[in-house]
């Protein structure tokens, strides 16, 4: 029995389980994938720095398929990158503003990032290297299988600085929606979010 098929027995025998979970072209009745992320992995957070390190922000990658990516509250580096980001360039950027309340996660937009992907693999994949994006075993990429609406959180085109299309989605999401997938950029500059919802003007 290959590796795939376990994981998929255990959990069948734990709660109901689509196809879709393990790929993001295989076949769900939650829709297509519409956002993706790259998370820390439990490596990832064991090699973090302790000074900066953030209990409540603290949900690895291999958690997920249990317990779904809960929402998190906004790092206080966010709140500041935004307030800092805004001030040097007002009207080239949409801000987000958050409540002290707010919990959630951030995302980019699954298909042209992953349409980018497919195109670089095919370019440049050789079975005996290291995949483009390996992240040392610190991060992997997670999608979500979700309808993209304004009223899940605040999207946007373009970022700060370097930083591309993104957004911050409220709320846990639940485990059977994720989608395990093969690691990639989750951020681009060059893509932008379908049906504008990540216009400045919105």
Known sequence: MTVFHKAW???KASRQTELGE?????????????LVSNQFT???????NTFDFD????????SFIHQGMTGKPVSNESKMWER???????RKV???????WDKGNWFGPFQPLY???????????????????NFDGK???????????????MFRDKGYGNEGAEAFIYGDIPAERLVMMPNMQSQDKNVSWPGGLGRVDE
């Open 55 to 62: 209990e409540k922000l603290a949900q690895p990658f291999e």
């Open 9 to 11: 027995a255990f959990l």
């Open 84 to 90: 800092i980001g805004s001030a040097k360039s007002p």
């Open 22 to 34: 393990f790929h993001p072209d295989f076949p769900s009745s939650y829709g297509p994938v519409t």
């Open 115 to 133: 349409e980018k992907w497919k195109q670089q693999r095919e370019l440049y994949y050789d079975p005996n290297s290291t995949p483009t994006y």
């Open 139 to 153: 991060r992997r990429t997670v999608g979500v299988r979700m309808p993209l609406d304004s009223s899940l959180g």
């Open 42 to 48: 439990q490596r990832g957070f064991d090699k973090w």
């Open 94 to 100: 949409k801000r987000f503003v958050f409540n002290h």
